[in-house]
């Protein structure tokens, strides 16, 4: 049966500028759209932190660079994130989705050099019996660093390529990846098709923006397809809404 990961951005299901905050039409459509997708295949949910996550993080400054050794930080960060972890199951318990929650801090680690380490034994398994395992960006034990973020981009690569999956679903805010004139571009196939609005293949990219996203989203067994809210349905339907990256 074929597997879809789907990353449902921080930004589609909760508020950003309210902190805490859910979005529920935001968080209801996403709902539907899986609930859809249960119905047919396997799926992998992840989702991004929104205005959970990111202002405890910055609050005890810890980003994917700059971890900590403060526990209580540490477990700000995650508790927060398992609140939005709970809305987001309780939207698709509500749709008879047999969601379940895997916890990326206490499922895998980084290593020193930044790469993740994460096990998927616990996904695969619920997979195989039926679940449809809901992930999220969280805080993780990083070697040498304490623990820092990983977000929800780093664990659908992960999840993607380790578990085989069919289709990349990463709905966000954004309709695409945008050309310098601000127009979707349909297709990517090498990082040369979009290195001009990108910033060029030299540009760094620590903070995980665009330029990462297609890179890493390149290097995938599998089509990934990058779109806003409105392109969801589509998706959902086998389309390809926004920017399908696929690399050869
Ligand atoms: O929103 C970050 O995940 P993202 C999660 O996918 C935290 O980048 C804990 C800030």
Redesign the pocket.
């Known amino acids: 049966m074929s597997l879809v990961v789907l990353?449902l951005?921080?930004s589609v299901v909760t508020d950003k500028d309210e902190p805490e905050t859910v979005d529920e039409e935001g968080l209801a459509a996403a709902a539907d759209a899986v609930a859809t997708l249960a119905e047919s295949g396997r799926v992998v949910v992840?989702?991004?932190?929104?205005s959970?996550?990111?202002h405890?993080?910055a609050e005890h400054g810890v980003s994917s660079e700059s971890g900590s050794h403060d526990a209580r930080g540490v477990r700000a960060?995650?508790d927060?994130?398992k609140r939005l972890n709970d809305a987001v199951l309780d939207a698709l318990a509500g749709r008879g989705v047999s969601a379940l929650p895997v916890h990326p801090l206490s499922a895998g680690a980084r290593e020193a050099d930044g790469s993740l380490s994460l096990p998927l034994t616990a996904t695969e398994t619920m997979l195989d019996e039926g679940f449809v395992p809901v992930l999220?960006?969280?805080?993780i034990a990083h070697a040498g660093k304490g623990a820092t973020?990983?977000?929800?981009?780093d664990?659908v690569v992960s999840l993607a390529s380790g578990l085989g999956a069919d289709r990349v679903g990463l709905c966000s805010t954004v309709p695409g990846v945008l050309d310098a004139g601000g127009d979707v571009i349909p297709e990517i196939t090498a990082f040369a098709d979009a290195a001009d609005a990108l910033g060029g293949s030299e540009s760094t990219d620590v903070t995980?923006g665009m330029a990462a996203k297609v890179r890493k989203l390149l290097a995938l067994g599998a089509p990934a397809h990058v779109f806003g809210p409105e392109g969801l349905s589509a998706f959902v339907a086998g389309e390809s809404p926004g920017t399908v990256i696929r690399g050869e």
């Open positions: 990353k951005g921080g992840v989702h991004g932190g929104g959970f996550g990111h405890h993080a960060i995650h927060a994130m999220h960006g969280d805080v973020i990983v977000s929800g981009d664990l995980g």
